[in-house]
């Protein structure tokens, strides 16, 4: 009898997916499974995988390809413990998805959001603290608010912050988001405790409460875009580039496994690029 708990320890142990991840796909698989029953998953043929990508109530390309991928996850793990000598989804073709262009903050909106938090008070200095970490640092969500104390190194200006799949990478400290975090660490509810963001408990923040936050600061900033934690770690990355950061340097800050993933970050302002390539081209007069 199939048992997805098998399944949810491959994708964590062996695949180290992220705990958002997991959950994800075996929450698509179990969707999946219930579809097509009382057909058995192993008789799944690329039609019917097709079939239910494509008409399953998806919304968008990228929630299909999301549905697609944790199928294909899920088959190919089945391959791998001798369930089926096939996988029925590898000739299903990903769906197109258009040109993903993240919502950017202007360095002046990124400015205005971090001083509209009100700093009189404990929570204050500590959403002001999160926000100089979420754009400083260009951390994501899930890394900003499982930060510990043992993890900040200020003398030497670093933080050893966990990404996806646990991996850990050293990413700079500036002296802003530094000195927030000192200013908010001595008024936390529990200053002795290892957990850098809490709650007014003591205990770790949760990402919801950081997305609520940021959102009611981009409104008391007078700030329109659709904006969330992470719209703070691409514009991060977006300044980076544009100011002439070697990608590669960016692709290790953000902690990207693949620098295809990076190259989103290229879509510079076309009257930044423009003004470079004319400065240095050796064909322009000027």
């Not at 514009?235 to 340097?249: C, I, K, M, P, Y």
């Amino acid at each position: 009898m199939l048992d997805l708990n098998d399944y949810r320890e491959y994708l964590q142990y062996d695949c180290r997916k992220s705990p958002n991840t997991v959950a994800s796909y075996c929450s698509d698989v179990k969707t999946f499974l219930d579809w097509i029953a009382p057909k058995d998953y192993y008789d799944a043929t690329n039609e019917d995988i097709e079939k239910y990508v494509l008409e399953h109530g998806f919304k968008s390309a990228r929630s299909q390809s999301r549905a697609l991928s944790a199928i294909r996850s899920f088959y190919g793990w089945l391959r791998r413990e001798n369930e089926i000598a096939e996988d029925p989804s590898a000739k299903v073709d990903m769906p197109k998805l258009d040109v993903y262009h993240p919502a950017v903050l202007s360095l002046e909106e990124v400015t205005a959001i971090i001083d509209s938090v009100d700093t009189s008070s404990w929570n204050g200095l500590r959403d002001r603290a999160i926000l100089e970490v979420l754009y400083g640092c260009g951390l994501r969500v899930s890394e900003a608010s499982s930060m510990k104390y043992s993890d900040i190194f200020f003398k030497d200006g670093y933080i050893k912050v966990f990404g996806k799949g646990s991996k850990s990478r050293l990413v700079p400290l500036g002296e802003m988001a530094a000195e927030a975090i000192r200013n908010y660490s001595s008024v936390a509810p529990d200053p002795g405790s290892d957990i850098v963001f809490q709650n007014k408990n003591g205990g770790q923040l949760s990402r919801v409460s950081i997305f609520n936050m940021v959102k009611k600061q981009a409104l008391l900033a007078g700030i329109t875009k659709e904006i969330s934690p992470h719209t703070f770690r691409h514009s991060f990355a977006t300044h980076l580039v544009e100011n002439g950061a070697d990608l590669r340097f960016v692709q290790m800050m953000l902690g990207h496994e693949s620098i295809l993933t990076t190259e989103i970050y290229t879509h510079l302002r076309s009257d930044v690029w423009n003004e470079t390539i004319l400065a240095h081209h050796p064909r322009n007069k000027k």
